[in-house]
């Protein structure tokens, strides 16, 4: 695709819940990355694949948190029993040559009540 | 933990005013880049700086990376309104492969007409 597809725009969801938030990425981008901005913050880093590998994972926050990006391609974003600070915005990007190659998708806003 | 601290937070000017914004850091980054949010989207690449003491222009924009590439700082002559924006600063650090960036928290920019 002409860039990067993030679904849905918007979630809210109830505490305690489990959301899958979905990151379509352009097409031939082998690095996708995901990110979490919260309000008034900068993108804090998440999880970055390298095809169908996580090569990071050091920035999820705990095991409420997965990733997955089975053909290397679409990566879901998968967050267990929801809690309010989770609320958000998730961002994921993609790239095919390192940092100097990144494109940011609009984003997911999560808001869990 | 490396932390890249921005400032001013917020910076409202009127339209063909000058402005500067800083990004300073404790750390080395192997390079440094930019980028500008609009509400409502994710971060959109304006540059990257790799070399300390390297000045890149992209029209009225013009980056500089500090000589000891642990600071940055971002000029906008005669700003427009459509300058309006968050900009956000980004550091790379280098090893195991992983194209990890820390943000900064970002400076708010209104351009009044």
């Known amino acids: 695709g002409a860039g990067v597809s993030q679904t849905p725009s918007n979630k809210v969801t109830e505490k305690g819940k489990y959301v899958e938030l979905r990151c379509d990425p352009i097409?031939?981008?082998?690095?996708l990355y995901w990110y979490r901005q919260s309000l008034g913050q900068g993108p804090e880093f998440l999880i970055y694949?390298?095809?169908?590998?996580?090569?990071?994972d050091s920035g999820l926050p705990n095991d409420r948190f997965f990733a997955v990006r089975p053909e290397g391609s679409v990566s879901t974003l998968k967050i267990q029993r929801t809690e309010r600070g989770d609320s958000a915005v998730y961002l994921c990007?993609?790239?095919?040559?390192?940092?100097?190659?990144?494109?940011f998708g609009s984003g997911t806003r999560l808001t869990v009540v | 933990t490396q932390l890249l601290e921005q400032s001013p937070q917020f910076l409202s000017i009127q339209e063909g005013e000058n402005l500067t914004v800083y990004c300073n850091s404790s750390?080395?980054?192997?390079?440094l880049q930019w980028y500008r949010q609009e509400p409502g989207e994710g971060p959109v690449l304006l540059v990257t700086?790799?070399?300390?003491?390297e000045v890149k222009k992209l029209k009225r924009l013009t980056f500089q990376f500090g000589d000891a590439r642990k600071d940055s700082s971002l000029h906008i002559t005669a700003a427009q309104p459509g300058d309006t924006g968050l900009y956000l600063c980004?550091?790379?650090?280098?090893?195991?492969?992983?194209?990890?960036?820390?943000f900064g928290k970002g400076t708010k920019l209104s351009v009044i007409p």
């Open positions: 750390s080395v980054f192997s390079s």
């Open positions: 990007a993609s790239s095919d040559r390192g940092p100097s190659g990144y494109t």
């Open positions: 700086v790799v070399t300390g003491g």
């Open positions: 980004a550091g790379l650090s280098s090893g195991a492969g992983s194209y990890q960036l820390t």
């Open positions: 694949f390298q095809g169908t590998g996580a090569a990071d």
């Open positions: 097409s031939g981008h082998t690095a």
